[in-house]
C-alpha cells in the first residue's frame, strides 16, 4: 500500500488513534504514582463519634461517610487514572468542607439543610452508589440522628472550635485551630 492509500485508509487511522490511546491510557497510570497530589488515602481517624442508633451510623456510612470522614470505601475503580483523581478531588473536598474523623466544631443546622435539599450526597455518587439516595424519611431520620449524635459527641461543639473562631466561608477552619494544617 502507498504511502497517498495509506492517508484514506480508515482501519489504519483506526489503528493509530487505539494504540495511541493504550499508551497514554499506561503513562497515566505511571503518572499516578509519581504525583502524590492525587494520591488516595484514609487519615487517622481522630474523632470518634457516639452514634445514638445503628441505624443513624447505617445511614450515615451508606450515604455520608465515604465523602465526609477518613474511613473511604475506595471502590476497585477509583485506583485507575484518570478516574482515581477524580474521586480523589471530590472525596478530599468532602473532607474540606466537613469532616466527621477529625472536625471539633460544625454547624449542625448547615449539615441538616444539605442533606434535606438534596445537595448532599452528590448526584454522581448517587448514581455510582444507589444505595446513597435516601428517601425523605430517611433523610429526617439522618439529620435527627446526626444532630443528636454530634451533640452527644464531647469532643464536637456546634459552630465554633476550641478558640471560639466560627468556619469561615466554604467550610474553612479559623486560624487559630491547629487541626487546619
Request: proline letters at 5%; aromatic letters at 10%; one cysteine or more.
Given at each position: 500500500?502507498?504511502?497517498?492509500?495509506?492517508?484514506?485508509?480508515?482501519?489504519?487511522?483506526?489503528k493509530q488513534i487505539l494504540w495511541g490511546g493504550v499508551i497514554i491510557f499506561?503513562?497515566?497510570?505511571?503518572?499516578?504514582?509519581?504525583?502524590?497530589?492525587?494520591?488516595?488515602?484514609?487519615?487517622?481517624?481522630?474523632?470518634?463519634?457516639?452514634?445514638?442508633?445503628?441505624?443513624?451510623?447505617?445511614?450515615?456510612?451508606?450515604?455520608?461517610?465515604?465523602?465526609?470522614?477518613?474511613?473511604?470505601?475506595?471502590?476497585?475503580?477509583?485506583?485507575?487514572?484518570?478516574?482515581?483523581?477524580?474521586?480523589?478531588?471530590?472525596?478530599?473536598?468532602?473532607?474540606?468542607?466537613?469532616?466527621?474523623?477529625?472536625?471539633?466544631?460544625?454547624?449542625?443546622?448547615?449539615?441538616?439543610?444539605?442533606?434535606?435539599?438534596?445537595?448532599?450526597?452528590?448526584?454522581?455518587?448517587?448514581?455510582?452508589?444507589?444505595?446513597?439516595?435516601?428517601?425523605?424519611?430517611?433523610?429526617?431520620?439522618?439529620?435527627?440522628?446526626?444532630?443528636?449524635?454530634?451533640?452527644?459527641?464531647?469532643?464536637?461543639?456546634?459552630?465554633?472550635?476550641?478558640?471560639?473562631?466560627?468556619?469561615?466561608?466554604?467550610?474553612?477552619?479559623?486560624?487559630?485551630?491547629?487541626?487546619?494544617?
Open positions: 500500500m502507498d504511502m497517498f492509500s495509506r492517508l484514506f485508509d480508515t482501519r489504519y487511522h483506526v499506561v503513562v497515566i497510570q505511571f503518572a499516578r504514582f509519581v504525583i502524590p497530589a492525587w494520591e488516595i488515602s484514609n487519615p487517622p481517624v481522630v474523632n470518634n463519634i457516639e452514634w445514638d442508633s445503628d441505624r443513624t451510623e447505617a445511614l450515615w456510612r451508606q450515604a455520608c461517610a465515604d465523602c465526609h470522614s477518613n474511613e473511604t470505601a475506595w471502590p476497585w475503580y477509583s485506583y485507575i487514572a484518570p478516574i482515581t483523581w477524580l474521586v480523589a478531588h471530590d472525596t478530599n473536598e468532602g473532607r474540606d468542607q466537613f469532616n466527621i474523623s477529625e472536625d471539633r466544631f460544625v454547624e449542625f443546622e448547615e449539615i441538616g439543610e444539605t442533606i434535606e435539599n438534596g445537595s448532599m450526597p452528590l448526584s454522581i455518587y448517587e448514581v455510582l452508589h444507589p444505595a446513597a439516595k435516601l428517601s425523605d424519611e430517611e433523610k429526617d431520620a439522618l439529620i435527627t440522628g446526626l444532630r443528636t449524635s454530634l451533640a452527644n459527641t464531647p469532643s464536637i461543639q456546634n459552630g465554633e472550635n476550641d478558640e471560639g473562631e466560627e468556619r469561615g466561608e466554604g467550610g474553612e477552619r479559623g486560624e487559630g485551630d491547629e487541626s487546619s494544617s
